[in-house]
């Protein structure tokens, strides 16, 4: 068995969708602020400078722009696509996962057992990431507020401040990435345990991705990383090397119930799951 990875399509799905929505606030907030930036140039810099008479006017053509993401226009959006992504990545799971089951034992898994509970799941997956989603233009934002207040109370020309602004979108944009894809690592474990759980499967393996980054390799990129992939998946607690309870998961640095794909931000463990009489052979 090979286990079931996250979703590529939906990934990508929700990568493309963060990153246009980074793109057209960016759009729309240099076309507000650039003409404002230079009209009001001479009250915050130079000889004519006068203390913060120019804050109540900027941050109003920020606060124009960020009103337009954040009303319910907007929320129906970021449900659309939250929506899109869960379905995409619960229909790729249940396929993946079939898939895995009846390479193994030649039962088509999808057929004789039906998920209990998932709907319930994935309505909280939808309301999170609809909570995610509308979070990043209120942190976008909130920071261009103090990129610009900041660098307008230092004197500097707008040429200077849209380099900043351009900065930090760019630091927003490459966000979506990380957000994409630590989401579909999160949904798919959930998904994963929860049909082990629906299979009668009691225990998984863990197992990391076998290269440089995979946290707490010692010699590798992250050998010093707070939860350690690599440390679960070499120790055995009495099942065997990397196997844990379905049900209970792994504990390690103080932290339990540790699950593949949720032992840490954007991790890319997978649980494999252990069948009797395959992978293990109960004793009598």
């Not at 001479?42 to 722009?65: K, M, N």
């Not at 659309?80 to 396929?95: F, K, P, Q």
């Not at 997956?125 to 509308?134: E, P, Q, Y």
């Not at 630590?182 to 990391?208: C, V, W």
């Amino acid at each position: 068995m090979k286990g079931v990875e996250p979703s590529s399509d939906a990934e990508q799905y929700y990568r493309l969708h963060l990153r246009a929505m980074v793109r057209e606030m960016a759009k729309e907030l240099y076309a507000a602020i650039t003409p404002e930036l230079k009209r009001l140039k001479p009250q915050y810099t130079g000889d004519a400078y006068t203390a913060d008479s120019w804050v109540d006017e900027i941050l109003a053509a920020i606060r124009g722009v960020a009103s337009r993401w954040v009303n319910s226009s907007f929320e129906a959006q970021a449900r659309r696509t939250a929506t899109r992504t869960i379905s995409m990545a619960e229909a790729d799971n249940a396929a993946e996962f079939d898939k895995d089951i009846k390479r193994a034992v030649g039962v088509d898994f999808n057929q004789i057992v039906k998920s209990r509970g998932l709907q319930n799941y994935l309505d909280a997956s939808i309301a999170d990431n609809v909570s995610l989603i509308k979070s990043v233009p209120t942190d976008y934002f909130q920071k261009v507020e103090n990129i610009i207040l900041d660098n307008m109370r230092k004197g500097f020309a707008p040429t200077e401040i849209a380099k900043q602004l351009q900065e930090h979108t760019g630091v927003s944009y490459r966000r979506a990435k990380l957000i994409a894809r630590d989401q579909m690592a999160k949904i798919n474990s959930d998904l994963t345990r929860q049909r082990q759980k629906d299979a009668g499967i009691e225990f998984y393996r863990s197992q990391h991705a076998n290269d440089e980054r995979v946290s707490g390799k010692p010699g590798g990129r992250y050998a010093n990383a707070k939860i350690s992939c690599w440390a679960i998946a070499e120790r055995d607690i009495g099942y065997g090397k990397g196997v844990y309870k379905v049900d209970e998961g792994a504990t390690y640095a103080g932290e339990s119930g540790l699950h593949p794909g949720r032992h840490h931000v954007n991790c890319r463990c997978v649980a494999i799951a252990q069948l009797p009489g395959i992978n293990y052979f109960p004793k009598d």
